[in-house]
């Protein structure tokens, strides 16, 4: 079919009359003030969000960055400006005897916790997504009861694995049906922190498996398929297909994960409180007790900025070993 010109159908279309003209130039002129009202109802809605955010984030931040360089112990003495000797204090622990200070116990006792849970409750979060992803009975049933325990408080489930970990409690109970007598978990050094870290694998996985499915269902299914054709099993095609698509999701993980165990607070609070012989004690925890327990406001911010330092640097860590094509393309 043949189609006319357009600059013929333009110059065919009938001219603009002058009530035309004025209903084009009120459009014209109206259109700012409705973007106006637009962007106003945009930030409005925004509003509490951006609140949060710059009093519980970006204040808190730098009031935190500044009560570091003061001795303070707020509602007592009057603020004394001391510069930078509350990290020079925590430095000349670091160096002298860091046995001797709570600060680096904590940070090593941490660092262990990371190492241990990061691994753990990713590749077991990997391998949930991995078994729900099949086609299998009742998996929608199988999807709501892993992701219980990410909906729990971690205060109730601390209070429920306080009960497992009881010397007569369920995990003792078990392990002497097969004559093995079980130890007191949360009192002993040598076996708190490891049930810390069970019981903080197993309320993360679930929320992680999460991020892995909705990755594992973007996946192209022709690369699969491609995969299968040219006579890849399933351990190849996983290996070298899925893991390198999955790389990505992969570091959201680790570094969601590894934020939130340097930052582990309340098990560590309310089921040991930092014991037996502060083999639980955590950055978090002993920055709580350094501010409200002993009144040392500026000791306590400083450790939060080696804290945050710390996080920093682990984080692009990670990503520049998990990720080495977009750190390079940076």
Not at 83 to 105: A, C, M
Not at 171 to 182: F, K, R
Request: net charge neutral; aromatic share 14%; glycine share 6%.
């Amino acid at each position: 079919m043949a189609t006319e010109p357009v600059g013929s159908s333009i110059a065919s279309a009938p001219p603009l009359t002058a009530e035309g003209r004025q209903r084009l130039m009120r459009g014209l002129q109206g259109r700012p003030k409705r973007l106006g009202r637009e962007t106003l109802t945009a930030y409005l809605f925004l509003a509490p969000y951006l609140f949060v955010l710059f009093v519980f984030l970006i204040f808190a931040s730098i009031y935190g960055l500044g009560l570091s360089l003061f001795k303070v112990d707020i509602g007592f003495t009057t603020p004394e400006f001391v510069g930078l000797q509350n990290y020079q204090r925590l430095f000349e622990q670091l160096f002298t005897d860091p046995s001797l200070s709570l600060f680096w116990i904590s940070m090593v006792n941490i660092i262990k916790f990371v190492i241990g849970v990061v691994i753990s409750q990713t590749i077991l979060a990997l391998i949930l997504a991995l078994i729900l992803q099949a086609t299998i009975f009742g998996r929608g049933i199988f999807r709501t009861i892993f992701y219980i325990p990410a909906v729990t408080s971690s205060v109730a489930t601390a209070l429920i694995f306080l009960w497992f970990y009881n010397p007569d409690g369920l995990i003792n109970y078990l392990l002497s049906l097969v004559h093995i007598s079980g130890p007191d978990w949360l009192n002993e050094p040598l076996f708190a922190l490891p049930a810390l870290m069970l019981l903080n694998i197993w309320t993360t996985a679930a929320s992680f498996m999460i991020y892995f499915m909705a990755a594992l269902q973007d996946l192209p299914r022709e690369l699969l398929e491609a995969s299968s054709v040219d006579g890849a099993n399933r351990f190849q095609t996983f290996r070298y297909i899925t893991v390198p698509l999955l790389r990505p999701t992969i570091f959201l993980v680790v570094a969601l994960g590894t934020i939130g165990c340097f930052q582990m607070f309340d098990q560590a609070k309310f089921m040991t409180n930092g014991g037996p012989l502060n083999s639980t004690l955590t950055p978090m925890l002993e920055i709580y007790n350094a501010a409200f327990q002993d009144a040392h406001f500026g000791l306590a911010a400083a450790m939060s900025v080696l804290l945050f330092i710390i996080i920093f640097i682990v984080t692009i860590v990670q990503r520049r070993l998990i990720e080495p094509s977009a750190s390079s393309n940076q």
